[in-house]
């Protein structure tokens, strides 16, 4: 309704040259049948009421709409984290630990379906492909992935940069994979692996396809949408699997769950990550990333080389079978550990780098991650090997009892292996890459010349040589990684102390339950035994006062938790 000058005003609609002076507006407008308001507002009833008086409200100022950069920033941009990192790293670990705790079943019961349709010659001619190629495949991500989560501020010319040239790798690597088929037919007399080693190489270049969007997706901790699609990856992969097992493909339901996993999950993660690469010129910061990422890639690589040089001695040496009893002994073992420590792996390594110039808060937070890993992985690790003669058969069946003792022995060293990896996230977080790189040099000789001795004596010589050399490496380790860190080594000590030696106490009560109650049905033994070492493992956190203080933390968790779930 613009103004007509001082007197009067023209209504919409109306021409342009008519007003209606003030005073005579007033009188007129008491007339019902003449008043034009009145009149005005009848011949539009169906239309929405004109805007007030321009000179009364002023215009909305105009919001330009967002650019297609501004749409992507929200997957660079972590300062809103940082306001509730407390709560948020808590929900993430429980969203983490849900997922993992979902796959952990689903991925029990496929072992128990495929190990009744397999047999171990199955499992051991994945081994021998999976040995080999995974090495390769460390390089298809040069570490640039973690140097996305850890960098404290990316744009889009970075991430774009570092796509392009993690496909380009994945590329080549999938290449260098296919070419390699005919080797490994020679090196272990297997015409079967050729065909393997071609379907592994096409799955490689698929997943890098998917390494930004995850990146992106854990810096932002969106954890729970990470979890849904590792369920679903994992179930589409696994039903997929026990199909071709049920209808008698052999090894390649073994080949299917672990190529169809990648697949499922680039497509998911393409379709909830909305960032898409951009087409632009090298990033002039390409070389720190890669610098970076070099430090964790040439750990990755000596750390492989090392921790599947068991799978090679065996299988060159002993044989596929042996080499599937180790094998599957070794997965079926770590199969719950891994599913409790790469949650929380996974949230502290993006938390710990926002923490990276708070020294107080990062000791803190890293104590307390340390803390609650070592609480439930210590006595988790003990109940599996109190009770691992009748886990292997109710979980892989009698085919595979001599596996039984494998599991026991390789359990020794699992008992430390999760709390100990964890000094090598402190030098992630903290930037050091390059004293990272030697920690792997250092660990991984050690662990293969504990290998080459052990295999003399069969695969339980290597199981104890493993464990031997991981004690031996656990103090001077520790000592190398943590040097000028905010954390000590003391203080690393005293947060497994509790949990390390009221874990042996407890196994100590389960296993005098197995003596003198071994007679019962393995799963009811089972399930009684772990109920006795979980009541044991609680009352022994009530003996002393500062005890009960540092199991008040793991119970703040539960409340925190709780309160979360309420209030969704």
């Known amino acids: 309704m613009p103004l007509r000058g001082k007197g009067g005003f023209s209504l919409p609609g109306t021409s342009a040259g008519r007003t209606w002076p003030i005073p005579y507006w007033n009188i007129f407008c008491r007339r019902k049948r003449h008043n034009p308001l009145r009149l005005y507002l009848s011949s539009r009833k169906h239309l929405p009421m004109p805007s007030p008086p321009d000179t009364l409200i002023p215009p909305a100022p105009d919001v330009p709409l967002a650019t297609p950069e501004q749409a992507v920033d929200k997957w660079f941009d972590t300062r809103h984290l940082k306001g509730d990192l407390k709560n948020r790293s808590v929900q993430g670990g429980f969203n983490t630990i849900g997922g993992q705790a979902v796959s952990f079943l689903m991925n029990i019961c496929s072992t128990v379906i495929l190990a009744r349709l397999l047999s171990p010659d199955d499992y051991g001619l994945v081994a021998m492909v999976t040995a080999i190629t995974g090495f390769i495949t460390i390089f298809k991500d040069l570490g640039l992935s973690a140097a996305i989560v850890q960098r404290e501020k990316i744009d889009q010319q970075q991430v774009s940069s570092v796509f392009w040239l993690n496909l380009l790798i994945s590329f080549g690597i999938a290449v260098v994979v296919a070419l390699l088929a005919p080797v490994l037919v020679y090196f272990y007399q297997e015409e079967r692996l050729f065909s393997i080693t071609l379907v592994f190489a096409g799955s490689i270049f698929i997943t890098g ?166 609480f439930f992985s210590m006595p988790l690790v003990v109940g599996l090997g109190v009770y691992s003669e009748e886990l292997i058969l109710l979980v892989l069946g009698e085919q595979w009892a001599a596996a039984a003792y494998i599991f026991k022995l390789l359990a020794i060293s699992a008992f430390i292996q999760p709390i100990a990896g964890t000094q090598g996230l402190i030098l992630i977080t903290t930037g050091q890459v390059r004293r990272y790189f030697l920690y792997g040099i250092y660990n991984a000789i050690c662990i293969t010349a504990g290998f080459a001795v052990g295999i003399y004596w069969g695969v339980a010589g290597v199981a104890i040589a493993y464990a031997i050399v991981t004690y031996l490496l656990l103090f001077p380790l520790l000592r190398f990684c943590l040097q000028g860190s905010p954390v000590s080594v003391s203080s690393f000590f005293r947060e497994i102390a509790f949990p390390g030696g009221f874990s042996l106490l407890s196994g100590a009560a389960m296993l005098v339950y197995k003596i003198y109650l071994g007679h019962l049905p393995s799963l009811l033994l089972c399930l009684v035994g772990a109920f006795t070492g979980a009541t044991v493992y609680i009352l022994l956190w009530q003996s002393t006062r500062t005890s009960r203080e540092r199991f008040q933390q793991i119970l703040e968790i539960k409340t925190m938790l709780f309160k979360r779930i309420i209030k969704k």
């Not at 699997?241 to 680039?266: D, E, K, N, Q």
């Not at 997965?331 to 949230?347: E, G």
């Not at 710990?352 to 808060?361: A, D, I, R, V």
């Open 209 to 374: 396809l998917s390494l930004q969007h995850n990146a992106l997706m854990q810096r932002q901790m969106k954890f729970a949408v990470l979890s849904l699609i590792q369920i679903a990856s994992t179930a589409g992969s696994l039903l997929t699997g026990i199909l071709l097992a049920w209808g008698g493909y052999g090894y390649w339901a073994l080949v299917a769950t672990m190529v169809l996993t990648p697949v499922f999950s680039t497509i998911a993660l393409w379709s909830v990550c909305s960032w898409r690469p951009s087409v632009a010129r090298q990033s002039p910061d390409l070389g720190s990333f890669l610098k970076f990422g070099a430090g964790i890639t040439g750990f990755d690589l000596v750390n492989y080389f090392s921790r599947n040089m068991d799978n090679v001695l065996i299988g060159k040496f002993i044989g596929a079978a042996a080499l599937g009893l180790y094998s599957k002994s070794y997965q079926l073992l770590m199969l719950p550990i891994t599913q409790l420590r790469n949650p929380l792996n996974a949230v502290a390594l993006p938390v710990l780098s926002s923490l990276q110039t708070e020294k107080e808060k990062f000791r803190s937070y890293y104590q307390r991650y340390l803390f609650t890993l070592a």
